[in-house]
């Protein structure tokens, strides 16, 4: 088996090696994936909410499921219930609420779905949209469409890492991560 080429890249003060992936023809990403690096999370959900402290907000919202133990470390820190916007509808779901999304990961169109339960906690609250890495910012697009929708106002953003050369100026993030084009 070939070593994979990878980015070194620091994260809250960690090191870590990000494998690079082909994503579209000529694309390639370095795949930021903490789950299970229980040191990574811990110390970007401290460096986030540390930088969020002055935002006022009533809860925080992710889309499954990379991001959820990131906002849950961060829910703890902060003090703020949070929401996950899931990727399949199950019936006990009740009146649940869905905006589509396409991922840079999968290419594939996706559909969001906010549970009938968790829109008391978004409707007419201040919200922070926290996600792992926007890139294309079109997950972050879907989950502020069902904020929006559920009632609530968008506080402010916030990730891990935003991705490639768009301007993400308005997103509180710890880094940005490179885009490769051939």
Same mark, same amino acid.
Request: aromatic share 6%; net charge negative.
């Given at each position: ?17 990000? *494998?690079?992936?082909?994503?579209? #023809?000529? $694309? ?13 999370? @811990?110390? /970007? ?5 540390? @930088?969020?402290?002055?935002?006022? /907000? ?22 703020? #219930? ?8 199950? =019936? ?5 609420? =869905? ?9 594939? *169109? ?24 926007? =890139? ?36 509180? /993030?710890?880094?940005?991560? #490179? $885009?490769?084009?051939?």
């Amino acid at each position: 088996m070939s070593q994979r080429e990878t980015l070194t890249v620091e994260v809250a003060g960690l090191t870590r090696h990000f *494998p690079l992936f082909e994503v579209a #023809p000529g $694309v390639r990403i370095a795949v930021f994936n903490m789950l299970g690096d229980t040191y990574v999370v @811990k110390a /970007a959900a401290a460096a986030l909410a540390e @930088k969020l402290k002055d935002v006022d /907000a009533d809860v925080l919202v992710t889309a499954e499921a990379k991001s959820i133990p990131l906002i849950y470390e961060m829910s703890a820190l902060m003090g703020l #219930p949070y929401v996950v916007m899931r990727k399949a509808y199950k =019936s006990y779901m009740g009146d649940a609420i =869905s905006a589509e999304t396409v991922s840079i990961t999968t290419g594939a *169109p996706q559909t969001l779905f906010l549970d009938e339960k968790d829109r008391a906690l978004v409707k007419d609250k201040q919200v922070i949209v926290v996600d792992d890495v926007i =890139s294309t910012g079109s997950t972050l697009n879907g989950l502020e469409k069902l904020v929006i929708k559920a009632g609530g106002e968008v506080a402010q953003v916030a990730a891990i890492f935003t991705e490639g050369d768009d301007d993400w100026s308005r997103v509180i /993030a710890l880094g940005n991560l #490179p $885009v490769y084009k051939s």
